[in-house]
């Protein structure tokens, strides 16, 4: 990074209230990080790329760390805002994992799929950098397809939640195909298969 932090302690995360002039460029930032990804999460890159400065993010933002947190969490909000709407308008559970990943699997969306791959790798080497991202990364998807297979399968917490958990990680594995062999044709075929597997009685 161009702008070297001090370690920080963990914190829970807390409402952003940004100026206006923040908010832009923490838009700006967004839909960059989107199209091309995180890279070497050099601040000046980004900065250079929406038409700011790195010291006006800092200025905004307090530090690169706590921007890259930003910008992230900002992409996680937009994420299950989508996914509640696409939950909403399903008829049923087959339906619902058939959507979202119509959603996730298209050309406009794969560059936040990119993302959250690129994400995993760093998170892991850098655990207590990325402590926030490692611990919503899975659970925030797990709440809502449990409460969806609950509702519309009338199984137990117990098992909506192992059901939940066996999409997530299925989902998330088919994209990772996507996203490195191109193959939408068979990805989508298994995919489709594996939403009537896991809602069957």
Known sequence: MATTAAPRKKRTETPFTPSES??????????????????DMSLRRVAEAIGTSHRML??????????????????????????????????????????????????????IIRLLFELYARAIREPERFHAFLGDVVDSWLAPVTAL????????????????????????????DLVTTGDRKGTTAALKRFARMITAP
């Open 149 to 176: 297979f609950e509702a519309q399968l009338g199984l137990p917490p117990a098992e909506a939640r192992a059901r939940a958990r066996i999409q997530v990680a299925t989902m998330r594995g088919l994209l990772l």
């Open 58 to 111: 800092i200025y905004h933002f307090g530090s690169a760390d706590e921007f890259w947190e930003i910008v992230l969490r900002e992409i996680r909000h937009r994420e299950q805002l989508a996914r509640v709407r696409i939950q909403n308008d399903a008829d049923n559970p087959v339906i619902a994992i058939e959507a979202a990943w119509d959603r996730y699997a298209s050309d406009a969306y794969l560059p």
């Open 22 to 39: 923040a908010v832009k460029s923490l838009d700006a930032a967004v839909r960059y990080v989107l199209d091309n990804g995180i890279g």
